[in-house]
């Protein structure tokens, strides 16, 4: 290994205290916390901590001879014109577009397909360094009003500001402390639902506190209304964890009210018909009471998403005895006869349902981790048309149902992003391409993709995929990067990344996508056998897939390098753990890293229906074999052979994450330092352990390009030194 680690290097670290006074009862079981001091970011010894990681990173990654060739060729790559799909609302169009390293992607609106797109929203103009994003946002139904959320620092928290769109001229409403919410307009467009949380503190540095998110509200706004005035239409005191979403349906004659306890596909479902209320909604106002919604669904035995209605005829999405989902129908007034519209298919997962064009539906299927589309009867459920689609993923689908044509965002491993327009007015729909991104000097024609499906521990096969440069020989000498994530359902499906394509065209890299359980790549059953007491599935999975490349020759253990954020920082963490003799170099970006604690803080409660949690005892047995702060262990003591040591390893964080936040990538952090290198004389942990912790910056969402594009530089040149990759122009 040409790297800091094959040069074996030690790293000075600097001096964490531990508390060793810090110790938690769980059950019966003591266990310390020396670095509970970092769980204060105020502090200024947390501060002093933070900085003085920062200069040792830095000391590193200046060290990192391709960091910036890495830069200069993601940036030029980075560089081309993209958009994202039109929608339309009232008689104008809108979408997204960026011109290329502009810091955040610029609204535009159009009188027609054909005109001239105008500036609507640019938050490039929000902030000199692009921390400002654009979160949520709503078009009123008669295309008057733009509703639009903003955060700052990528902080979870938003504030929604309204502009009028004909003269772009903003209006005085501003509501403050949202946090995941939408924003559904009634349809005379007098004001919206959203949902906020009680103001955490006054003088706070929104996004960098670690306050408990409890007792999310529902309210309706009034347009040119104070926020004080607004009217509190939900709330659940009782169950403070519960988050709400309020949405009004397309036809504009019911509110839907969703309710949700955690990150379960499961939600209540009640509704609230509009004509119903004698004084409207804002007669509530005077009578402070809530609005009278009916229960339709009053448990969390599965998830109901509404595809559309006719009336009181209404038609779901729902995983209700069908872990793949299925299309039901039912009357609300009614509710004891439920029919099947579209049954559960026996392999592929149903993703998402648009009705369009009056009784047609835009279906999109998953399988095996590749999309497919149909258009399907609404009423019958019938198939209509197969619409042809690549190997790939469809990012977006873009229509309403009074839509005579879908827009249709389609992207893949290399496939920067097309977008097709589908007029469904003629007897064969036509996809047509509208709109297709290219990059300057990429030429895909040099790389490849292949699936493969690999045996995990208890032989269920975990679907892989592989992008590398074609006519490679499998000799085991590249550089790997191998990335999961397999956790609340969430599917890592194709997609198109500069970053990843610099590994592979210029350090001759082999790039891995493992579909590992706790997704949603197989439905609901593939979550459930990746969570809870099954979570070590997913770390098994991965140990499984990173084998599978040495033994297939496309790598050796010094090479890979294995990367995943958030619930994927976890994964990182865990295997390193468990197996640190398997990999090179690891990547964990923002991840859960304290299983004993994550439910403290921010919105972490909610992660406890994937994970569980440490008040119960059974769950606590669970979480602290596997929780990454609590079991680095010396490799050199355990069985481990050869160069027993962890592989190098980033953790990154940033200090406006209010979603994981910072303190567990710190916390581990000194731990990893304390446990392996500092607490031993002679250690045989020479390859460097270091924290990259970004300022102004979040979780993820709303990150400004050069954010980006600085992360990727960062990461990527230490997984090159790390690995002894040698760059090529």
């Known amino acids: 290994m040409g790297s800091v680690a094959g040069d074996a290097v030690r790293l000075s670290y600097p001096p964490a205290r531990r508390d060793d006074s810090v110790v938690d009862t769980y059950h019966g079981t003591q266990i ?123 902080s979870d928290w938003v504030t929604i500001r309204v502009m009028r769109i004909a003269d772009r001229q903003p209006t005085s409403d501003k509501l403050s402390w949202v946090k995941f919410s939408s924003i559904s307009w009634t349809h005379d467009g007098k004001g919206f639902f959203y949902g906020r949380y009680p103001a955490p503190g006054v003088g706070l540095d929104a996004g960098t506190e670690t306050n408990i998110n409890l007792n999310q509200q529902i ?254 020989e499998l000799d085991g000498s590249h550089p790997t990067l191998l990335y999961g994530y397999g956790g609340f359902n969430i599917s890592i499906t194709p997609s198109f990344s500069v970053s990843r394509l610099v590994l592979c065209k210029n350090l001759g890299s082999i790039v891995c996508i493992a579909n590992i359980r706790g997704g949603g790549e197989y439905g609901e059953e593939w979550h459930k056998a990746g969570a809870l007491a099954k979570k070590q599935n997913c770390f098994d999975d991965f140990i499984a897939c990173a084998e599978q490349l040495i033994s297939a020759g496309y790598t050796s253990n010094k090479k890979i390098c294995i990367e995943g954020g958030s619930n994927g920082g976890l994964l990182v963490s865990a295997c390193i753990n468990q197996r640190p003799d398997l990999f090179g170099c690891a990547l964990a970006h923002v991840g859960v890293m304290d299983m004993l604690r994550f439910h403290k803080f921010t919105i972490g409660h909610a992660w406890t229906t994937d994970y569980g949690c440490s008040d119960k005892e059974d769950e606590f047995g669970w979480l602290i074999k596997y929780s990454p702060l609590h079991n680095v262990r010396r490799p050199w003591e355990q069985s481990f052979v050869e160069n027993s040591q962890y592989p190098a390893t980033m953790l990154l964080t940033a200090d406006h994450d209010d979603r994981v936040v910072p303190l567990h990538s710190l916390k581990l952090l000194a731990t990893l330092q304390y446990v392996l290198c500092t607490s031993t004389e002679d250690s045989p942990q020479t390859n460097p352990i270091i924290g990259r912790i970004d300022r102004k910056s979040g979780h993820g969402p709303g990150r400004p390009t050069k954010k980006m594009i600085d992360e990727a530089a960062d990461r990527y040149s230490f997984m090159a030194k790390m690995l002894g990759t040698t760059w090529t122009e």
Not at 426 to 439: A, G, H, L, N, W
Request: glycine share 8%.
């Open 32 to 154: 310390p916390d020396p670095y509970r001091w970092l769980e204060d970011p105020d502090s200024e010894e947390t501060k002093e901590f933070v900085e003085k990681q920062a200069d040792l990173a830095e000391s590193v990654l200046a060290g990192c001879g391709d960091r910036e060739g890495l830069r200069r060729e993601v940036t030029r790559l980075f560089d081309h014109p993209r958009h994202g799909a039109p929608f339309r609302r009232g008689n104008k169009y809108f979408h997204f577009h960026n011109s290329g390293l502009q810091a955040q992607n610029v609204l535009y609106v159009q009188d027609g397909l054909d005109a001239e797109a105008q500036v609507l929203l640019d938050p490039n103009t929000l902030s000199k360094d692009g921390t400002v994003a654009l979160s949520t946002y709503s078009i009123s139904n008669d295309g008057k009003y733009f509703a639009y959320g903003l955060s700052e620092s990528g």
């Open 219 to 472: 309210y309706y706004h009034v347009m040119g209304s104070d926020q004080s005035e607004d009217i509190l239409c939900w709330k659940d005191p009782e169950n403070p964890k519960y988050s709400f979403g309020a949405s009004v349906t397309e036809d504009g004659k019911y509110i839907i009210l969703g309710t949700y306890d955690g990150c379960d596909p499961v939600n209540k479902l009640y509704y609230c018909e509009i004509s119903s209320l004698p004084q409207g909604i804002e007669g509530f106002k005077e009578t402070k009471q809530m609005l009278p919604f009916v229960k339709l669904i009053d448990n969390f035995d599965a998830q109901y998403q509404v595809v559309a209605n006719d009336g009181d005829e209404f038609t779901f999405v729902t995983n209700k005895n069908a872990p793949k989902n299925k299309l039901v129908r039912v009357n609300i007034k009614n509710p004891e006869v439920w029919t099947d519209v579209i049954s559960e298919h026996e392999r592929d997962v149903l993703e998402s349902v648009d009705a369009v064009n009056g009784n047609q539906l835009v279906v999109c299927y998953m399988s095996d981790v590749k999309h497919t589309l149909q258009i399907r009867d609404l009423i019958t459920g019938n198939l209509l048309h197969q619409l042809p689609l690549e190997i790939g993923s469809v990012s977006e689908i873009s229509c309403r149902r009074e839509d005579k044509e879908v827009f249709i965002g389609f992207t893949s491993f290399l496939s920067p992003g097309i977008t097709y327009r589908c007029n469904l007015t003629s007897t064969v729909p036509e996809m047509k391409v509208f709109r297709e991104i290219s990059v300057p000097g990429f030429d895909r024609t040099g790389f490849e993709v292949k699936q493969i499906f690999v045996p995990s521990k208890d032989g269920t096969k975990i679907p892989m995929f592989i992008m590398l440069k074609k006519d490679i």
